[in-house]
């Protein structure tokens, strides 16, 4: 199948108010165009050096999610474009970003990166961490931060029990946050969860997101130069 028609297959699968990512590290310009000429327009990126090269030489209305591990001296890279940063989990990070947004005059949105796996090389912030995240001055003070929600990968697995209960642990934190913090904020209602193998499990579980790579473009072979 063609990428237009993987494509359209997985938008057919897709519930309404379900956005899709699509994956495109490590592939080519030209791949990249062919699902943007099916009007594709999100796409994720895990590397500074690769978002930042493909956001100059690709159309401008693309918008450029992050969704790979972010250090923080690699944040001013970024700032003057990026749609969205999913995965966000320290404090650190965030007074980074927020300085950084600020700098470039606009502001960040930003998914809240939960650990909801059993791996322990995930990322993230942990389950037991969402009732004391932040002090309500701390959220005042990241005023060029948009938080826009939560985001998290479940295990490598087969097992649909086990991926199945960290989407919901996902979900249920998502919704803690929201009663806690964001109760009056409108921009803070996204799930990303859900990747190839699992992406119809995360939307069962509530998923707003979907990142998916593989399956749009065929399986990632990695340069290892
Ligand atoms: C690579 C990647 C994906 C997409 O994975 P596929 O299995 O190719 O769909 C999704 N999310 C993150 C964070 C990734 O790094």
């Keep these: 199948m063609s990428i237009v028609d993987k494509l359209n297959s997985i938008r057919a699968t897709l519930p309404v108010g379900v956005q899709l990512v699509a994956v495109s590290k490590t592939r080519s310009d030209e791949e990249i165009m062919e699902a943007y000429n099916t009007g594709q327009r999100i796409f994720g990126e895990n590397k500074v050096q690769e978002l930042v090269r493909k956001w100059e030489s690709l159309p401008k209305d693309i918008e450029w999610h992050f969704i790979g591990h972010l250090q923080s001296n690699k944040v001013k890279y970024i700032a003057p474009f990026v749609a969205m940063i999913h995965a966000v989990d320290s404090m ?10 600020k700098r470039a005059g606009r502001s960040i949105p930003c998914l809240l990166q939960f650990h909801v796996a059993s791996e322990e090389s995930k990322f993230g912030f942990l389950p037991a961490a969402v009732e004391h995240l932040f002090t309500l001055t701390e959220l005042n003070d990241l005023s060029y931060v948009v938080f826009s ?3 998290g990968m479940a295990t490598f697995t087969e097992d649909t029990v086990v991926v199945d209960r960290e989407f919901s642990l996902l979900a249920e934190l998502y919704q803690k946050l929201k009663f806690q913090y964001f109760a009056e904020d409108s921009n803070f209602k996204e799930i990303s969860m859900g990747m190839s193998d699992d992406y119809m499990l995360a939307i069962g579980q509530g998923s707003t997101m979907v990142r998916i790579g593989s399956t749009i473009f065929g399986e990632r072979i990695y340069n290892s130069k």
């Excluded at 650190?92 to 947004?101: M, S, Y």
Aim: net charge negative; glycine share 8%.
């Design 92 to 101: 650190k990070i965030l007074q980074t970003i927020n300085e950084e947004a």
């Design 149 to 151: 929600g939560v985001m």
